[in-house]
């Protein structure tokens, strides 16, 4: 396996809605991206 293990937070999330930042700045196609419970039941809000 190959690629990096993210684990993305509320803010990331936000960010990433609100366009301010792009996904490929910092995850490559082989990256695997993750998202805590706490953090879907937060962004979710």
């Known amino acids: 396996m190959s690629g990096?293990?993210?684990l993305l937070d509320t803010n990331i999330l936000i960010y990433l809605s609100k366009q301010e930042l792009k996904?490929?700045?910092f995850?490559?196609?082989d990256d695997m991206l993750y998202i805590?419970?706490?953090t879907l039941?937060?962004?979710?809000g």
Request: charged letters at 40%.
């Open 41 to 44: 039941m937060e962004a979710k």
């Open 36 to 38: 805590s419970v706490i």
């Open 27 to 29: 995850a490559s196609e």
């Open 4 to 6: 990096n293990r993210l």
């Open 23 to 25: 996904l490929e700045d």
